[in-house]
T-cell receptor, first 112, second 118 residues
């Protein structure tokens, strides 16, 4: 039931773009995106809801394809501060239980 | 955004001792809090759901007698790791939702507690 993220790791130069995908084998109610820096807690980026519109956080946006049961995170003109591990989380239940199951993470490294 | 705190941030203890970790929602009330565990270079794994005024619910494979959870008030949940062993060493993170029931509710994470059992 754990969502699958791809790619596992990305290395970028500052200013380049990246896409991180999150796929689930079960129907999704919502997808939550977080970024975690080493040794710190995850920081909320955005939540996408079934039937909702594409969301945006600064130069980071995300989409949610209910039919394909997947979400994609788009990082545009990446900055050094974007480095970290990105996790997508989906609700463990059939609705909005708040119990999140996270993907294995995608490590993003932005170099100068 | 809402703020969730955890205490302590880091603890080192001897094998066999018990450790208590506190999770507080500082600027909102949380009827439900969640406890996660994260091993190095791995994802976050949900351990249990902490419910104010009732018993916690545990995920499959998590021993409820080993990981005692108490949700004493609408702003405080505690996780006690009893008789800790080296394999319990991990990063423990709590989270709380600021608007449960609403479709847009967001889950905020505390800063985490790094437990090292010697």
């Amino acid at each position: 039931q754990q969502p699958v993220q791809s790619p596992q790791a990305v290395i970028l130069r500052e200013g380049e773009d990246a896409v991180i995908n999150c796929s689930s084998s079960k129907a999704l109610y919502s997808v939550h995106w977080y970024r975690q820096k080493h040794g710190e807690a995850p920081v909320f980026l955005m939540i996408l809801l079934k039937g909702g519109e594409q969301m945006r956080h600064e130069k980071i946006s995300a989409s949610f394809n209910e039919k394909k049961q997947q979400s994609s995170l788009y990082l545009t003109a990446s900055q050094l501060s974007y480095s970290g591990t990105y996790f997508c989380g989906t609700d463990l239940g059939s609705g909005n239980t708040g119990k999140l199951i996270f993907g294995q993470g995608t490590t993003l490294q932005v170099k100068p | 955004g809402a703020v969730v705190s955890q205490h302590p941030s880091r603890v080192i203890c001897k094998s066999g001792t018990s450790v208590k970790i506190e999770c507080r929602s500082l600027d909102f009330q949380a009827t439900t809090m969640f406890w996660y565990r994260q091993f190095p270079k791995q994802s976050l794994m949900l351990m249990a759901t902490s419910n104010e005024g009732s018993k916690a619910t545990y995920e499959q494979g998590v021993e409820k007698d080993k990981f005692l959870i108490n949700h004493a008030s609408l702003t405080l949940s505690t996780l006690t790791v009893t008789s800790a062993h080296p394999e319990d060493s991990s990063f423990y993170i709590c989270s709380a939702r600021d608007s449960p029931g609403l479709s847009t509710d967001t889950q905020y994470f505390g800063p985490g507690t790094r437990l090292t059992v010697l």
